[in-house]
């Protein structure tokens, strides 16, 4: 029986194999692979020990490369038992550096936890798959045949008259802009006819909907388009507000200061999946049609899922339930604690519905590029980060730029979007209560700075617009 010295941890030039009664085509066969391992861990070694600073990582050099060696050697062949004892030697050490448990402190945060993720939602669909199932086995099938389309939605029609009619306010917003352009009219003019076109987008709709005994998913849906109108047609008079200034600031007949007015930009803005104007967007190469089609089940299967929890859980709890005001304060938080859960996952399933799989069906098939309609507000450390493109660009930045307080700033930007919560939740409902406005202006309380961007970024963004629009 033949037996090979041990390794020398120290680091000799020569390194033997531990075997025993092995066949001599055994030791031909990896008598070349250890010389080159010998040769590599000799070059690796003399590397190490050149460059070594005195932390103490020589020591076990050689080991780890003729491990790594081996192992590379051994990844595509047949491993055999030979193979295997040649490969993980006992003399190598396992411990080589200093390392910090997985869910460390200084760790948690630099990998990847998909796999705690995956066992969560696993966690979470059996736990609320058998609360459905026990819901259903004690209450029964409560959603109502008539809670999608019943008698009553066909008595909707002048709402649905209303939606088809809104387009004429674009339309006349493109108008006064072509005016202005051919000189027909003077610039005061323009703003008080694209204030009066953009308030009757919002007041037509609510006279309807009030005057009209309407469904509230009907209403909701009215004045949710009304407001995107509103805000499309306001963005679509500043930015070329903007864009004229920036021609008449230019140098006389420069070709890059020509102003146009295009209907086509104004269409594709208005069905676009944005809220700010520009004359040009980016744009994908083409339409993934299969994309498009899984996206829309998934989209038909969290509507329904929106219906299933409102009529199966939520109606019947308020149904059930007394005045908040005329029973016990603790019989009010316990109803509102029961009715949150299944509230927060009728909201969650509408902005995923909404704005991550509507608006990316749209986008694909209108081929807009940028599709971040929302941003990580799962993760926002302030009440500012999450905050919208459209309040940023027109409200915001524009009040500061005109030198009002960044306090001030930020009341009228939450001011806005107060009134136009309101708007959606008090109208279709026919309650006006202010439960929306003050629930929105509270967040001012929640916060005092309002920096989404530093006044010299935006100065840069400027810049980059105006040599945007002479090129």
Known sequence: MAMSESPEISGSSTATVIGTSRSESDLNHFAPRRRAVNNAVDAGTRVVERNNS???????ARDRMESANFSRENVNENPTNSDTR???????????????????????FQQSHAGLFNLCVVVLVAVNSRLIIEN????????RSGFWFSSRSLRDWPLFMCCLSLPIFPIAAFVVEKLLQQNQISERTLILLHILISTLAVLYPVVVILRCDSAFLSGIALMLFACIVWLKLVSYAHTNSDMRSVAKSTEKGSEGCMYNVSFRSLAYFMAAPTLCYQTSYPRTASIRKNWVVRQFIKLIIFTGLMGFIIEQYINPIVQNSQHPLKANFLYAIERILKLSVPNTYVWLCMFYSFFHLWLNILAELLRFGDREFYKDW????????PVHKWMVRHIYLPCLRNGIPKGVAVLIAFLVSAIFHELCIAVPCHLFKLWAFFGIMFQVLATYSFSVHEYSKVKINNDHLTTNIRH
């Open 54 to 60: 005195g932390n103490g990582e020589t020591v076990d």
């Open 86 to 108: 040649f490969t993980y030697r006992p003399s190598v050490p396992a411990h080589w550096r200093i390392k910090e448990s997985p869910l460390s402190s200084d760790n948690i």
């Open 378 to 385: 799962w993760n926002a450390k302030t009440v500012e980060e």
């Open 136 to 143: 259903l086995m004690k209450y029964g099938w409560l959603i």
